[in-house]
């Protein structure tokens, strides 16, 4: 763990890997809950996490170096299950790098529980975690200036959903209807971090239209 200034109220964590920054950010939000840490906002990365609003930045990174942090545990409560149509243009080339079809890619994916790591990139875009290393897919070589809203899509250890059209060179396996972000909803975004996450499949490679 290393703790580095950010501004005159802000710390931010780095940790070995993104297990440990999880694990690490579900800590500090049971802390926060039980009025033991103080600190305006959490926000956690891919092997980071920042606290903002923070009273005494170098009491509170001695603080941190002594916390004990315990594993990951799953966040109580029911998945979220996205219903996906798994038709992306990518999802053969993903299927061959796993060295299976595209009907069995598309249901080992289906079979994985996933949960969401942090979120970024756009509002509603949660990147998450669960897929096994050797299911670890590249991006494209060649970024789409256009991803259509609701493509499901793969990069590195990642699963994300699109909230809205974008470029992106994540590989495209399916799509859905569902809104990952609604203004007027709230939360706004379906998908915030801790959350665990399932994908159901609406028809799958080889089903009838």
């Known amino acids: 763990m290393r703790c580095l200034p950010a501004g005159e109220s802000a710390l931010l964590v780095e ?3 993104g297990e440990r920054a999880e694990a690490l950010h579900a800590e500090l939000l ?10 305006v906002e959490i926000v956690p990365a891919a092997r980071t996490v ?7 930045p170098r009491q509170l990174a001695a603080w941190l170096r002594e916390l004990p942090v315990p594993p990951l545990e ?4 029911g998945a979220v299950e996205i219903p996906v149509v798994y038709d992306g243009p990518d999802l053969a080339e993903v299927a061959a790098h796993w060295g299976l079809g595209a009907r069995e890619a598309a249901l080992a994916h289906a079979a994985t529980e996933f949960r969401v ?12 975690t669960g897929l096994p290393q050797n299911r670890s897919v590249p991006r494209r070589a060649t970024p789409r200036t256009a991803v259509p809203k609701g493509s499901l899509a793969l990069a ?6 699109y909230p809205r059209s974008s470029p992106g060179g994540w590989q495209l396996i399916g799509t859905t209807d569902l809104e990952m972000w609604d203004a007027d909803r709230s939360p706004a ?16 490679p080889g089903d009838a239209p």
């Not at 920042?50 to 005494?56: F, K, M, S, T, Y």
């Open 50 to 56: 920042l606290l903002d609003g923070v009273e005494n």
């Open 15 to 17: 940790l070995a890997d």
């Open 117 to 128: 790591a942090f979120c970024g990139f756009a509002p509603g875009f949660a990147y998450l």
């Open 156 to 161: 590195g250890p990642y699963t994300g959903v």
């Open 30 to 39: 049971r802390r926060r809950a039980t009025g033991e840490l103080r600190v």
């Open 74 to 77: 799953a966040r109580a409560g």
């Open 189 to 204: 975004a379906l998908l915030t971090p801790g959350a665990r996450v399932r994908f159901v499949p609406r028809r799958l």
